[in-house]
T-cell receptor
């Protein structure tokens, strides 16, 4: 079956513009995660959705970052007024139900470059 | 938070067995130990997961001592295609997804 997909694969934008990044999780997965990875670094947790529960937004670095998950499936990560330090790879992952012992399945990421 | 410590880099040769050890001294009772592999320009890919003792699948083995304060990923007979970054994670996504920390990983280089 299809894995996690993300779009666009690459995004170049100018400082101050808003961007939207999309994630399509594996069908049937109720848990969805967003991470950010700077060049040569590990993954930084951003936000976690589980079913109809309130999302865990504890990793969002500023109020310029927000995310939605519509209909319990597709998620959009929005970055407003982008800054150069927002340049990174944004990775999305999903898991079955977000329960103990589960593993995460990652998409290929969106490479964001802010000029 | 269960922080992990692993070597920054390792080198080996094709056909050798590679063991990467991860330290996680403050692992919690509900935490699982999971290893991911990441190639350039790709998202991390699940390799193996365990809670205690030894786990083996078709690509790797995971050794976890009784105190669970460390774990060792074992890759048998590596090939050039095993060159990647390997991340050790400790946590429980069922209760604290935000607390699962991906460190900087171990950059494994396999030479012919």
């Amino acid at each position: 079956g299809a894995g996690v997909s993300q779009s666009p694969s690459n995004k170049v934008t100018e400082k101050g513009k808003d961007v939207e990044l999309r994630c399509d999780p594996i069908s049937g997965h109720t848990a969805l995660y967003w991470y950010r990875q700077s060049l040569g670094q590990g993954l930084e947790f951003l936000i976690y959705f589980q079913g109809n529960s309130a999302p865990d937004k504890s990793g969002l670095p500023s109020d310029r970052f927000s995310a939605e998950r519509t209909g319990g499936s597709v998620s959009t990560l929005t970055i407003q007024r982008t800054q150069q330090e927002d340049s990174a790879v944004y990775l999305c992952a999903s898991s079955g139900a977000g329960t103990t012992g589960e593993t995460q399945y990652f998409g290929p990421g969106t490479r964001l470059l802010v000029l | 938070l269960a922080k992990t410590t692993q070597p920054i880099s390792m080198d080996s040769y094709e056909g050798q067995e590679v063991n990467i050890t991860c330290s996680h001294n403050n692992i919690a009772t509900n935490d699982y130990i999971t290893w991911y592999q990441q190639f350039p320009s790709q998202g991390p890919r699940f390799i193996i997961q365990g809670y205690k003792t030894k786990v083996t699948n078709e690509v790797a083995s995971l050794f976890i001592p009784a105190d669970r304060k460390s774990s060792t990923l074992s890759l048998p007979r590596v090939s050039l295609s095993d060159t990647a970054v390997y991340y050790c994670l400790v946590g429980d996504i069922g209760s604290s997804a935000s607390k699962i920390i991906f460190g900087s990983g171990t950059r494994l280089s396999i030479r012919p």
